[in-house]
């Protein structure tokens, strides 16, 4: 059997991402009564261990892989690169052969997505992408499970991402055609998404569009996203941050949205920049829902890696 590696929405049967989705749903309402770091009781990584590297910080993505490799029985080592010989220059080739011999799938996070595609052109275990310069899918995996968990079909919904093009926007744009949500993107003249991610997600049938007018993407909208202006590894630039202010997520959107609209940040967030506080503590703002469900949609992630979800 091929290797299951967890790299990109797009490179994945849409089969196999609903079934992902389907399995977090009926794993979290299983163990609701259950203290968190005790396992599922079919323990199914019982004797696995995940390695996850990390180049750039994290809070959600390091305690989440863990909690879920311990709730399905298995167990995760943090490898901080900088005290890593990776660090000190050893090669992602030797890296990945090395960790293939003691692990039984390895996590990254990192910064060029080609590294990535090394890690797991030489692994020989399951590789999962913890987020790149280029994609988050793991986030987006979350994300749909909160959205799914809301009752609507994600089927039809109308999506609208406001502010900076960046890696959870490209995952979202190649699950927009996987899911056949629609998705209109608002951002300023200048800040486009990647062209090469928003056509193969039109060729695979998604509905994208792109516009400069943040009430426009709002109108109607069922969901409103966003993230930082400033991603892990950008300069913090006060021109870019002016031209992304118009596209803050607030009230005044959310006026113009369907009246159930709801909000979904993969989060940190930087309150008072692109969303309002009325906005990021209202009801309608799902995103400590999201950051559990990192939890949830990730053991599905780690079982059909392993290939005990078809
Ligand atoms: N959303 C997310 O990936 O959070 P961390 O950077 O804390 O892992
Ligand atoms: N776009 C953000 C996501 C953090 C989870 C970043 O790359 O920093």
Redesign the pocket.
């Known amino acids: 059997m091929p290797l299951h590696h967890f790299l990109d929405l797009k490179d994945i049967e849409p089969a196999a991402l609903h079934r992902m989705v389907t399995d977090a749903v009926s794993r979290k309402t299983g163990r609701l009564d259950l203290p968190k770091g005790a396992p599922d009781s079919d323990r199914p990584l019982a004797g696995h261990v995940l390695a996850m590297i990390f180049e750039k910080s994290s809070t ?1 993505t390091r305690v989440s892989f863990d909690i879920a490799m311990r709730q399905l029985g298995g167990a995760a080592i943090v490898l901080d690169a900088s005290t890593t010989q990776l660090g000190r220059g050893e090669s992602i080739a030797d890296t990945a052969r090395v960790l293939s011999r003691m692990a039984d799938a390895i996590m990254i996070r990192t910064d060029d997505h080609a590294k990535l595609l090394e890690l797991a052109h030489h692994a020989t275990v399951p590789v999962i992408n913890g ?1 790149t ?1 280029l994609s ?1 899918p793991c ?1 987006i995996m979350a994300d749909l499970l909160t959205l799914h968990e809301q009752g609507k079909p994600l089927a039809g919904l109308q999506v609208a991402w406001f502010g900076d093009c ?3 926007l490209h995952s979202l744009v190649e699950a927009a055609g996987l899911f056949r949500f629609d998705l209109r993107i608002a951002t300023p003249a200048g800040y486009r998404p990647d062209a090469a991610t928003v056509s193969a997600a039109q060729a695979a049938g998604a509905h994208i569009s792109v516009t400069a007018d943040p009430l426009a993407a709002a109108r109607d909208a069922d969901v409103l996203v966003t ?2 202006w400033v ?3 950008q300069a913090h630039q006060e021109e870019k941050l002016a031209l992304l202010a118009p596209f803050q997520v607030n009230e005044a959107l959310f006026a113009v949205a369907q009246p159930d609209a709801v909000f979904l940040h ?3 967030a930087h309150v008072g920049e692109e969303v309002s506080a009325e906005v990021f503590e209202s009801p309608r703002s799902l995103v400590f829902d999201e950051a559990e469900n990192r939890i949830h949609a990730q053991k599905s992630v780690l079982l059909w890696c392993q290939g005990l979800l078809g």
């Open positions: 959600r987020l310069d988050h986030q960046n890696n959870v993230d930082t991603s892990m590894g993969c989060l940190p």
